[in-house]
């Protein structure tokens, strides 16, 4: 099975590569590329790229010597695009049957970035906005990266916390929420009243 990979993720990538006479090669002597692009992915035993395109991808790496001799690898990778992810409720959960059920995730598409909202039309099909622009849970790494590593307040329970790529944000009236975890994103989904100890903007 082919691996998979969002369009927008850094593929790592990382090969041994050697020869008799020549011993361990590195640098340019070790060349990256793809079937989808005429230009090389890069160069050396490591590299983290974004793949140029949505789709499957033949990666190729090429090891050459000094005499000109040349080994290679290959295997295939799908960048898929449109991507989506669950992140509430979790695979399983049990919930109290009439109960409401808050429901959150993330979806990202290489040209149109986050998605949000109401999906577009089908062919054929006719659209009307949705009578209130819906909220999405992303990170901070997507929404605002210049706050990883600061102080915010958790806007639902009040908690001073340091922002991680990986904090919980949602944008909601023009400022950004932050959350100290997953399920605080998802009671302020629900409607739980702010801490009186959260400021604006998520701190």
């Known amino acids: ?51 140029p395109a949505s789709g499957p991808h033949v990666v190729t790496c090429t090891a050459t010597d000094s005499d000109g001799n040349a080994g290679s690898d290959s295997i295939t990778v799908v960048a898929q695009s449109p991507v989506a992810e669950i992140w509430h409720p979790g695979d399983g959960e049990v919930r109290v049957a009439g109960s409401s059920i808050p429901f959150s995730g993330t979806a990202r598409d290489r040209e149109d970035g986050t998605l949000t909202g109401a999906a577009p039309p089908a062919a054929g099909g006719v659209w009307a906005p949705p009578a209130a622009r819906r909220s999405l849970v992303v990170t ?22 340091i922002v991680t790529k990986n904090t919980p944000a949602i944008e909601r009236d023009g400022q950004l929420q932050l959350f100290c975890c997953a399920d605080c994103s998802v009671r302020f989904l629900a409607g739980a009243p702010p801490s009186d100890r959260a400021t604006g903007g998520g701190g």
Request: overall charge negative; charged content about 20%.
């Open 1 to 51: 099975m082919p691996a998979r990979t969002s369009t927008a993720t850094a593929l790592p990538a990382t090969p041994p590569a050697s020869d008799p006479e020549d011993g361990p090669l590195s640098g340019a002597a070790v060349v990256w590329t793809t079937d989808r692009d005429a230009a090389p992915l890069g160069s050396g035993l490591s590299i983290t790229v974004v793949l």
């Open 140 to 161: 901070t790494a997507e929404a605002a990266p210049e706050r990883i590593g600061q102080r915010a307040v958790c806007r639902v329970t009040g908690e001073t916390f």
